[in-house]
Nanobody, 124 residues
Framework: QVQLVESGGGLVQAGGSLRLSCAASGRTFSSYNLGWFRQPPGKKREFVAAIGWSGRSTDYADSVKGRFTISRDNAKNTMYLQMNSLKPQDTAVYYC?????????????????WGQGTQVTVSS
């Protein structure tokens, strides 16, 4: 398994932007499909975005399409989530996750490596 560590969370006003990073250890990072999930206060964890091992394929939850962009730099063993036009409903703990399947997944049960999470709070 790859070890994942998120960073970049914080407090931002509605309409603002944040960029989350997910740094990975290990030499197999480039073979992992990766995803971002989030858990709003009092709610279940939900899918946000996913990216294939090459970076060419991506997918987004409808709630973030057009506002969030997922990307990765395999040379730096890092994945990113650029979040623009943030809304109070984006407030959550954000987790990065990895898996070595044939394709990326929108389902958290298919991921076997998880970071510890980073808090994002959007004020109105």
């Amino acid at each position: 398994q790859v070890q994942l560590v998120e960073s970049g969370g914080g407090l931002v006003q509605a309409g603002g932007s944040l960029r989350l990073s997910c740094a990975a250890s290990g030499r197999t990072f480039s073979s992992y499909n990766l995803g971002w999930f989030r858990q709003p206060p009092g709610k279940k964890r939900e899918f946000v975005a996913a990216i294939g091992w090459s970076g060419r394929s991506t997918d987004y939850a409808d709630s973030v399409k057009g506002r969030f962009t997922i990307s990765r730099d395999n040379a730096k063993n890092t994945m990113y989530l650029q979040m623009n036009s943030l809304k109070p409903q984006d407030t959550a703990v954000y987790y990065c996750a990895g898996q070595r399947g044939d394709y990326y997944s929108n389902y958290e049960y298919e991921y076997d490596s998880w970071g510890q999470g980073t808090q994002v709070t959007v004020s109105s």
